[in-house]
């Protein structure tokens, strides 16, 4: 009989945490050969002011996910839950190898019922490790929807307050528009993330 792995547990990873926060992971830099010079820090480029007569301007909403209170607060509670799931899970993976040892070990020696019954209680962990399994994959997917939505009826309102300020006639999403360039100073995540966060207070703790 096989022993599901622990890595089934790491799998609840699902894209919980990312869903609202998500950063593409970059390869280690190389280290240099040998000490050299330390390169002048590069000044921080002043944001661009928004272009007079501007009607059209983009928004980053993954951006506005990692960086404001609500974005932070969902992504926190999400990975509470995953978390939660992912230490239940391994208790009981615990619990399934301890079993096997114990009959991979000492079954030469037992008697036929009591081989018998500790093998059944093996079949009947795996099966509760598989429905287990399947039952948090669920919950914490149910929880990162519910939080989508709610983030998503937040955040439009402040889109739209933030738009008829500035008299715009359309805010893109720029990961989804196909943009390719634009003057930065269309870019009003930092505007939108300022009004979010004022508009939402700030970011509650973690709840289950």
């Known amino acids: 009989m096989k022993t599901l792995s622990l890595a089934t547990a790491l799998s609840l990873l699902l894209s919980a945490a990312s869903t609202f926060a998500q950063a593409p992971s970059q390869p280690a830099p190389p280290q240099p050969a040998a000490p050299q010079a330390a390169a002048p ?3 921080a480029v002043p944001p661009r002011p928004f272009p007079e007569g501007g009607r059209l301007a983009y928004i980053n909403i993954q951006r506005i996910a990692s960086e404001s209170a ?3 607060s969902a992504t926190a509670r999400v990975k509470a839950l995953n978390d939660k799931k992912v230490t ?5 993976n615990k619990a399934l190898q301890a079993n096997q040892q114990k009959l991979q070990q000492g079954g030469a020696v ?3 019922a009591a081989r018998g019954q500790l093998e059944k209680e093996i079949e009947k962990l795996q099966v509760e490790i598989q429905r287990f399994t399947q039952d948090a994959q669920a ?3 149910e929880l990162q929807q519910e939080l989508q939505v709610e983030f998503q009826k937040k955040l439009m309102p402040i889109i739209s307050v933030v738009a008829a300020e500035k008299g ?3 805010v893109f999403s720029q990961a989804d528009s196909g943009l390719v360039w634009a003057d930065q100073g269309l870019d009003l995540t930092s505007d939108v993330i300022q009004r979010f966060d004022a ?5 509650k703790p973690p709840t289950k």
């Open 70 to 72: 609500e974005g932070r």
């Open 88 to 92: 239940e899970l391994a208790d009981k």
């Open 139 to 141: 919950e914490v997917q």
């Open 168 to 170: 715009l006639h359309m």
């Open 110 to 112: 037992m008697s036929e």
């Open 199 to 203: 508009a939402t207070g700030a970011a």
């Open 41 to 43: 820090a590069a000044q």
